[in-house]
Each structure stands twice: as C-alpha cells, then as structure tokens.
C-alpha cells in the first residue's frame, strides 16, 4: 500500500494517505483542511505503509513525526 504526502498549494496543508495497491489514483485530489482541489502528493516521496514493513504493526500518525497527535491519543486512549 502506498503512502503519499498530498500538499495543497492554496493552504499549505501536507497530509498523508494511502493508495490500495492495484486501485486507481484519484483523477483529482481535494485538501482536507480547506477543500481546495489543487491538492497534489509528491510522487518522488512515496512510503509504505508499515504493515507491509519488517514488524508489521504500527501507523503513519503514530510516527515520530506525528506522535501525541489528538488523533493518535483518541485511538490509543493515551488522551
């Protein structure tokens, strides 16, 4: 499953999603903080996903990077 940064040029939003593999890319991307339809992922940045890594657990909004999010904390329950 590829992982894509998806920037948004109008608010300056970067997030990540996933893509099943053998699906379809979008034909257009829509920001999901502003709604914007220039939104595009970064093609030369593309992660996989951790389940298909060597310990196969973990996700993306739990990495370092985006760990404590409020999300996170809701899943986790360390809210």
Do not use: Y
């Amino acid at each position: 499953m590829p992982v894509f940064v998806v920037s948004c040029p109008d608010c300056g939003h970067v997030a990540r999603t996933l893509v099943l593999e053998g699906c379809r890319m979008p034909g257009e991307w829509v920001c999901s903080k502003c709604n914007g339809r220039r939104a595009r992922p970064d093609l030369q940045q593309i992660e996989k996903h951790p389940w298909e890594g060597a310990h196969g657990s973990g996700c993306l909004c739990c990495a370092p990077t985006g760990a404590g999010t409020p999300e996170c904390s809701a899943i986790d329950g360390s809210a």
